[in-house]
């Protein structure tokens, strides 16, 4: 939805169509994505209008569910003044490949400085390469139809989830005109059994990698393994001081492959904000529409920071 006064643009509201598997379903829902007014219109409620018409709409249209990832500040409203659902936070796993670097930049000095090393200096920084002899990691420009087979064969595991078929995985990685992803494959016997996809950008001076899309074949840690080694490798090529990876932690599959691998994430008081740091999920239900499984049970999804269209 869009609002103009005499002409110009005073405020938008955007929200991109997706596919979402609910079991042996594909539904068409959508992401919240951006919402802008023009400073000089603020307080006048016209984004809540332009989000209420926005949702007329969409539900007219069958639109079953939106799903965002909002910050705290715009969190607030979409609760209270637009009927959505808290479901829950996503945690990221984070590993540390620089921390010296990444002290520097954070201009952590002297007994901060110290904490963060005692805390965080026995994680595993470093990466190896296992030189598995069946499964081969690759960079390739672009998804290729085997994609559709892995997901065939993964996404019964999963309850909700974003397809990732080859249509939606080139759409939002290889078509993207506005960044440049890296895509790593596992392939054994002409099979593809996993990828990860990695984007890079600069936080708070600090290059960090982050890993949008995490999919290996059901039981294949050794692949699983493989791509993280790569994907560190990846990303200490480029100068990043950090990797990071969303992931829930009912998918022990995946929390495992990233704990061995040296991400770390706690959510102790005293750790450092760093490692403990969540995303909150929320979701807008299309009324009276029942959901099978429940969308506001965060143990029925699967998310990654792809899901996410910052990243």
Avoid at 19 to 31: E, G, V
Avoid at 152 to 180: F, H
Avoid at 272 to 279: C, D, S
Avoid at 304 to 311: A, E, F, L, P, S
Wanted: a positive charge.
């Amino acid at each position: 939805m869009y609002a103009e006064f005499e002409g110009h643009a005073v405020g938008s509201y955007g929200n991109i169509p997706v596919k979402i598997k609910f079991i042996n379903d594909t539904i068409t829902c959508a992401q919240a994505v951006d919402a802008m007014i023009d400073p000089k219109f603020r307080r006048l409620g016209l984004f809540t209008q332009l989000a209420r018409k926005t949702y007329t709409r969409m539900d007219q249209a069958g639109i079953a569910l939106t799903y965002a990832f909002p910050n705290p500040v715009t969190k607030a409203g979409f609760v209270k003044r637009l009927d959505w659902t808290p479901v829950g936070r996503v945690p990221r796993y984070i590993k540390i490949l620089d921390l010296d670097g990444l002290l520097e930049v954070s201009a952590h000095k002297g007994l901060k400085a110290a904490v963060y090393r005692r805390l965080l200096g026995q994680t595993k920084s470093g990466y190896r390469r296992t030189g598995s002899s069946n499964v081969m990691i690759s960079r390739v420009n672009a998804f290729d139809i085997r994609v559709d087979r892995l997901w065939e064969q993964i996404s019964p595991d999963l309850g909700i989830a974003v397809q990732r078929d080859l249509t939606y995985l080139n759409w939002r990685y290889v078509q993207n005109p506005k960044k440049l992803y890296q895509i790593l494959i596992a392939e054994r016997e002409a099979e593809l059994v996993g990828y990860i996809v990695l984007s890079s950008r600069d936080l708070d001076n600090r290059k960090a990698s982050s890993i949008a899309e995490f999919m290996v074949l059901p039981g294949n840690q050794a692949t699983g393994s493989a791509l993280l080694e790569e994907a560190t490798i990846h990303a200490k090529e480029t100068g990043c001081a950090t990797i990071e990876c969303w992931m829930l932690p009912q998918h022990t599959f995946y929390t495992s492959l990233l704990k061995d691998s040296g991400y770390i994430y706690s959510n102790k008081g005293y750790m450092p904000g760093l490692v403990k740091y969540t995303t909150p999920f929320i979701i807008r239900p299309h009324p009276g529409l029942q959901l099978s499984p429940d969308p506001r049970d965060i143990e029925n999804w699967f998310l990654t920071m792809g899901d996410h269209d910052y990243y």
